[in-house]
């Protein structure tokens, strides 16, 4: 890369802990969104990790990774990682990710193996350096990308009111204001081609 990269790590803690604590006999996470967003000459002020601390703190999101590069003028990149969640909730949630993965790869024989390896994986944080120079490789100079693991705190009372209802999830779709316009060019390109009735 021949650029100077200056990293910064934040990992949990009491500090950065949200309010909505696991319990950590059962702990429990709510659905994960990825997001990733770039930015063309950022002008970062600390108000979008204030916003990820007002959710953290009200129990609405927590982030379980976030990842920011930055690339200056002269291709030189800072790197920041923090997390909401200590490393045993890290560990907690990559035995969660683990059982699942190796449930479905080997049924019930493979449910001790992924908790064992999801619970070591995490517990390191979800990216790592080569996400970092990944990352960095498709940034112009003088901008910088986010990538965030967001977990919905939210969501997991009204998932347990589900489930004790005997309800599941049929359709669990996000829908953005690009999707809507996406559709009415659609319908547009539809009623040109069917043309004038």
Known sequence: MGAASATTRDSGGSSMTGAAE???????????????????????????????????????????DLLVVAKDEHGELTTLETSDLSKQQLRDLGAIVGALIGFGAEQEGGVEKGIEAGAEILEQGVFDGEDRWAVADTLPAGCAAAIALLEHRWAIPLREAIAETNGRAVVDEWIHPAD???????LAARAAADGPH
């Open 22 to 64: 696991t319990d950590c006999d059962h702990p429990k996470f709510g659905p994960l969104q990825l997001l990733a967003v770039r930015f063309d000459e950022p002008r970062f002020t600390g108000k979008i990790l204030g916003e990820f601390r007002r959710l953290r703190e009200h129990g609405i999101v927590r982030l379980v």
């Open 180 to 186: 809507f316009i996406a559709t009415g060019a659609a």
